[in-house]
Structures are given as C-alpha cells and as structure tokens.
C-alpha cells in the first residue's frame, strides 16, 4: 500500500528559504517558526514509526527544504527527476547521494523531459501524474514508462489552466483504503469513480495536501471540516502548524520522500 513507510528523507530549511519560489501572498517566513515547523513535522514522521533522515541545509538552494519534487519511490524502485524550475536543477545530486546506498539502480528524468514529484500522486496500483507548470509531457512519458515496469499505470491529469494549482498534490491526496481527498476544481478531471472521495470546502482547499503515514494522517492545523470528514472515515489525524511554508506554495507532503 502506498501509504505505508519505513523510512523517509528530510531536508533542513536553510537561512536563504525567504527567497524561493512562491506565488503566495502571505508574506514572507519567519525563518525560527520555519525551523521549528520542520522540526515538528519529523518528530510527526518518526512518531508514526517512520525513521528520518535529515539532510543538511543548502542556502544555495532555498527550496530544497521541498525534497519531494526531486525523486521518487514506488515498490522498491527510485527515480531522480528533473525538476521544472531551472533554479531547483541542481537540488538532486544531494538527493541521489542520499538513496544510492538504499536503491539498486537509480533512474533519472532526462532532457527535454521535466517532472516535479509533487505532481505524482501514487494510489495503489496506478499513479496519477499531473501534467503543469513544472512538469511536461515528455517528462511524464518517461515517468510512465518506468512506473510501468512496476506494475503501475500511469493517469495523466492535465492542470496548467489551474494556477491556483502548483502540483496535483497542491490539490489531491490518497488517504489508503480507497479514500481521497480531491480539491473541486480537479474532482471532474480525476477519474475516481468508485472511489470514497473527499471534497474540501474552498476555505479549506490548502489542506487538500495531506499525508497518510501507517496508521495516522497529517493534516495542516486549522481545517476542522476537513478533520473531521477524514476522521469519520476510522484514520487518526495528527495537525500539523505548516503556515510558513504556506507562504512558499509548500505543503505536508513536499517535505519528505517517504518509502
């Protein structure tokens, strides 16, 4: 199941994270509570029987703290990606490093293809990969083509008329046992037919990124409708405080890798 994890890879916000990429309006981080938000998020992780490892911080890079766009894991496999943004290109020679010594054969996202592992959103037997502003086409061809070779299928969902929508998982999440959390601009464009999905109300579309890791999900503080729909289903939910990376068009879920 995709929601079960041993492990899982962190990165430390660095003093330069003011001066990333963001189309918010919320001002800028505080770079103490950022910290401090961080820290809480991995002790979250290693509570819900995840063991962390957290790399050091790179000012050179101030959204590296965003580990999830630079790879991902699906049964057992890696792939390195190549992220949209030109300023992010050299965030993944850290990331590679990290998961040579727990992945055989590490794949990558090659020229003219982009993807952004914030826009896969894996459920299962099947991974719904957004095409956007930072992930293309050819990347997502690429991308398909390895899941495949796990057993996946790959569902292109295509958001770049959605600005509002940095990456699928800005606006989509997949809680296990068949449930979802789905923002409504993307519920028509997702085929989830058969599927028990959750539709946030718009004042709490943000908190449409959530996580689930083994037995609880992790939530963005401050949506209790949205709680209280995902409690209502039997999960656990732990709230996390996310607010500074809110202001960085960040999320729960672009903060770790998880396998």
């Known amino acids: 199941m ?41 002790a979250a992780l290693r509570d819900a029987g995840v063991d962390v490892t957290v790399l050091d911080a790179d000012d050179a890079f101030p ?22 943004a030109q300023s992010r290109a050299g ?9 040579a010594g727990r992945f055989d054969g590490i794949a990558s996202i090659v020229p003219p293809g982009t993807v952004d592992g914030g826009d896969v959103c894996e459920s299962d037997d099947r991974a719904f990969v957004g095409i956007s502003h930072r992930t293309n086409g050819n990347g997502a061809e690429q991308l398909a083509r390895w899941l495949s070779e796990s057993g996946l299928e790959t569902i292109c969902v295509d958001i770049r008329d959605l600005d509002f929508i940095l990456h699928l998982k800005s606006g989509m999440s997949y809680l296990g046992d068949g449930i979802y ?8 464009r997702v085929p989830l037919d058969r599927a028990d999905v959750i539709v946030p109300s718009a004042g709490e579309a943000y908190a449409a990124n959530c996580v689930r890791v083994n037995d609880v999900v992790l939530l963005p503080a401050g949506f209790p409708q949205l709680q209280s729909a995902i409690e209502q289903r039997g999960l656990r939910v732990v709230t996390l405080d996310v607010s500074e990376y809110q202001k960085m068009d960040g999320g729960l879920s672009c903060l770790s890798i998880r396998f």
């Open 63 to 84: 959204d590296s703290t965003f580990v999830e766009d630079t790879a991902i894991v699906a049964h057992g496999r890696a792939i390195v990606t190549r992220p949209g």
């Open 91 to 99: 965030e993944t020679t850290v990331i590679r490093a990290a998961l």
């Open 181 to 188: 959390v789905v923002d409504e601009a993307l519920r028509s």
């Open 2 to 42: 995709s929601y079960r994890f041993s492990r899982a890879l962190a990165r430390t916000p660095g003093t330069s994270f003011a001066q990333g990429l963001t189309s918010a309006t919320l001002g800028a981080p505080d770079l103490a509570t950022t910290l401090a938000q961080h820290r809480a998020y991995c």
